[in-house]
C-alpha cells in the first residue's frame, strides 16, 4: 500500500504522448544494443552449439578466424530488432501505465504490471520477430561451414532473400518461441523493475534518480536471464534451422535439448547472456527513465 503523500506524487506524473512513448522506449533500446551486441553474437554461438563450449573458447575462435569486427556482425539487425520490438514493447507498457494513473489512483499491483508486461512483450515479439530471425542468422553465420554461409549484407539484404527464397512466412519462423520467451522476459524485466524500483524507493528511502534505476534495473536483469533462457535457445535453435527443415514446437525442442543434451544446456550461455541482459537492461530502462524525465521537463 501507498500513502497517500505516494499516492499524490503518482497522480502529478504527467503522461506522455503515445507516439514519444513509443519513440523514447526505441531510442532506448538502441543505444543498450549498440554497447552490448558483441554479448549477442558470443550468445548466440554457444546456444546453436550442440557440444560444450565456453565464453573464452567462442571468443578466441571467433577472434581468430573472423576478426575483431565479426563480434559486430548482424549490428544493423540488432537495431532494427530495438526499432520495432522495444519500440513497440516500452511504448505499450508505457503508455498502459499512464492510462492507469489516469484512470486510478495509486500505483498498479504486482498483477497488473505482469498483465502489462506480458501484454506489450506479445505485441513488441511479433513486431520484432524478423529483426530476430535476421539477427540470429547474421550472427551465426560465420560459424558455418563456407559453403554453407547465406552471407547476407545486411538486415534488409536478409528480409529480401529469406523471403524470396524461403517465403514470407519464414521470417517469423519461431515466432511463438519467441513472442513466449517475450512474455517471460517483459514479466521478468518491466514488472519486475517497476516493482523492485517501488520497494527499493519506499522500503529503503532512496530518491528517485539513476541510482535507484541503476539498482532496480541490475535486479531485473539477473531474474530475467534465467527465466528467460529456456526459450532464448529453443527460440535460436528453431529460427537457425534451413529452410527444408520444417520448424519443430517449442516444447519438442525444449524436451529434445534437456533430453539430448542435459537439463542443463537449456541455461546454456547463461553468463553471455547476462552479460547482455543485465547491462542492455539497465543502459535501456535508465536512458528511458532520464528521456521521458528530460520530455517532461522541458516539453510538457
Known amino acids: 500500500m501507498m500513502s497517500g503523500k505516494d499516492e499524490s506524487k503518482e497522480k502529478k506524473i504527467q503522461p506522455i504522448p503515445p507516439m514519444m512513448n513509443f519513440i523514447l522506449g526505441g531510442i532506448s533500446g538502441m543505444a543498450g544494443t549498440c554497447v552490448v551486441h558483441p554479448m549477442d553474437v558470443i550468445k548466440n554461438r554457444m546456444q546453436v552449439h550442440k557440444g560444450k563450449a565456453s565464453i573464452l573458447d567462442v571468443i578466441s575462435t571467433t577472434y581468430s578466424k573472423e576478426g575483431i569486427l565479426s563480434f559486430y556482425n548482424g549490428l544493423t539487425a540488432g537495431l532494427v530488432r530495438q526499432a520495432t520490438y522495444t519500440t513497440v514493447r516500452l ?57 554453407q554461409r547465406r552471407n547476407y549484407k545486411n538486415v534488409l539484404d536478409a528480409f529480401v532473400r529469406i523471403a524470396r527464397e524461403e517465403g514470407v512466412f519464414t521470417l517469423w519462423r519461431g515466432s511463438l518461441a519467441t513472442i513466449g520467451r517475450a512474455v517471460v522476459v517483459n514479466v521478468s524485466q518491466l514488472a519486475t523493475y517497476s516493482q523492485v524500483k517501488h520497494l527499493i ?87 528511458n527513465e532520464q528521456l521521458m524525465n528530460f520530455y517532461r521537463t522541458y516539453f510538457q
Open 91 to 147: 511504448g505499450i507498457y508505457n503508455q498502459l501505465q499512464d492510462l492507469w494513473r489516469q484512470t486510478y489512483t495509486g500505483r498498479p499491483n504486482f498483477v497488473i504490471l505482469m498483465f502489462m508486461a506480458g501484454t506489450a512483450g506479445a505485441a513488441g515479439a511479433f513486431v520484432g520477430t524478423p529483426a530476430d530471425v535476421a539477427l540470429v542468422r547474421m550472427t551465426t553465420d560465420g560459424r558455418l561451414p563456407i559453403d
Open 201 to 287: 524507493s519506499t522500503r529503503m528511502n532512496v530518491k528517485e534518480g539513476i541510482g535507484l534505476h541503476f539498482g532496480a534495473s541490475m535486479v531485473s536483469g539477473l531474474l530475467t536471464t534465467f527465466n528467460s533462457l529456456p526459450f532464448d535457445i529453443t527460440k535460436t535453435r528453431i529460427q537457425s534451422m534451413k529452410s527444408t527443415e520444417k520448424p519443430p514446437g517449442i516444447i519438442a525442442v525444449m524436451m529434445s535439448i534437456a533430453k539430448n543434451e542435459g537439463i542443463r544446456s537449456l541455461w546454456k550461455g547463461f553468463w553471455p547472456t547476462y552479460c547482455r541482459i543485465g547491462p542492455h537492461t539497465v543502459l535501456t530502462l535508465v536512458i
